[in-house]
């Protein structure tokens, strides 16, 4: 079992450009969710998907949105990118309920210049 | 609102020393309540969990956590650290609805020989 895994794992872009961060979850999880983790800072929900509809929103501006795949897997688009943007941003994944386990990704850094 | 608080924002420790890493929370339901690690540049590992039932719950690479409700606490504890615990220590806490995760800011582990 691959675990949850996602790409890419660094990349580079500049202000006001748009990204797309792609996660596969763990073998047999249906809902995924986006973390946004600035540096020093602890992990910041962005929003969960189950049954490729957005089921949650954290306090994140329309910049930042989503999708998930007939296969569970699940993509984090920003656009218009900001300096302040710049963090690591980690894919969960789980069974759904708050009674199991989330398995995070090794995540992606963003850096914008 | 939800919240979580550690106190504590870098602790140093000898090798082979007791440990407690500090974490209070503010939730209005009963939480479930979690700790997870981060290695550098890594993404986040589940230690233990608590959701019901006995108070002091078992995790893995020795770790345990006891859940005081008059004190709407959770601290992590290890009789003795090891050089490889040196990490980020991260305390969540959650619901039986969702899989969302609030995060504390985190807790910074170094272990000196």
């Known amino acids: 079992d691959a675990g949850v895994t996602q790409s890419p794992t660094h990349l580079i872009k500049t202000r006001g450009q748009q990204v797309t961060l792609r996660c596969s979850p763990k073998?047999?999880?249906?809902?995924v969710s986006w973390y946004q983790q600035a540096l020093g800072q602890g992990p910041q929900f962005i929003f969960q998907?189950?049954?490729?509809?957005?089921?949650q929103r954290g306090n994140f501006p329309d910049r930042f949105s989503g999708h998930q795949f007939p296969n569970y897997s699940s993509e984090l688009n920003v656009n218009a990118l900001l300096l302040g943007d710049s963090a690591l941003y980690l894919c969960?994944?789980?069974?759904?309920?708050?009674?199991?386990?989330?398995?995070f990704g090794q995540g992606t850094r963003l850096t914008v210049v | 609102a939800q919240s979580v608080t550690q106190p504590d924002i870098h602790i140093t420790v000898s090798e082979g020393a007791s440990l407690e890493l500090r974490c209070n929370y503010s939730?209005?339901?009963?939480?479930?309540l979690f700790w997870y690690v981060q290695s550098p540049g890594q993404g986040l590992q589940l230690l233990l969990k608590?959701?019901?039932?006995?108070?002091l719950v078992q995790g893995i690479k020795g770790f345990e956590a006891e859940f005081k409700r008059s004190q709407s606490s959770f601290n992590l504890r290890k009789p003795s650290v090891h050089w490889s615990d040196a990490a980020e220590y991260f305390c969540?806490?959650?619901?039986?609805?969702?899989?969302?995760?609030?995060f504390g800011t985190g807790t910074r582990l170094q272990v000196f020989p």
């Open positions: 969540a806490v959650g619901n039986k609805n969702t899989d969302k995760l609030i």
């Open positions: 998907y189950y049954e490729e509809e957005e089921r």
């Open positions: 969960a994944s789980s069974l759904g309920g708050g009674d199991t386990e989330a398995f």
């Open positions: 608590y959701f019901s039932g006995d108070t």
């Open positions: 939730y209005g339901a009963t939480p479930y």
């Open positions: 073998s047999g999880h249906d809902t």
